[in-house]
């Protein structure tokens, strides 16, 4: 009787965990493509991968760095000032994002 009880607890454990953790691998996995597209200069691939990404995973910062990075490579300054804005409303306390939010200023011509 312990012993059937304590295999249901462990199953029970087991599929709490995987479910936990399954979001974030595939979040990891979609994040290193995206990182690839960008890291091979693929601009405009990484800014679409990114946007499609970001409404899939709202909760992400890091799709949201990429497509703002990819912009500011591509010079579509305006939209990069967009995509800032609105990643900021999510992410208020991203230090990297701010950090972005210079150059962004910058390429469009504010203080």
Same mark, same amino acid.
């Given at each position: 009787?312990?012993?059937h009880r304590r295999a249901e607890f462990l199953a029970t454990a087991w599929l709490v965990? =995987?479910?936990?953790?399954?979001p974030r691998v595939v979040e990891a996995a979609d994040?290193?493509?995206l990182l690839l597209l960008f890291r091979t &200069?693929?601009?405009? #691939?990484?800014?679409?991968? /990114?946007?499609?990404?970001? &409404? #899939? /995973?709202? =909760?992400s910062e890091t799709y949201r760095l990429l497509k703002l990075r990819s912009e500011l490579?591509?010079?579509?300054?305006?939209?990069?000032?967009?995509t800032l804005d609105a990643a900021l409303k999510k992410f208020s306390s /991203?230090?990297?994002?701010?950090?972005?939010g210079r150059d962004v200023a910058r390429f469009n011509g504010q203080p």
């Open positions: 009787m312990i012993e965990m =995987f479910v936990s953790i399954g994040s290193a493509q &200069g693929k601009y405009a #691939e990484c800014v679409e991968a /990114s946007a499609k990404a970001i &409404g #899939e /995973s709202e =909760f490579e591509l010079g579509r300054y305006a939209d990069a000032a967009e /991203s230090i990297e994002l701010r950090w972005l």
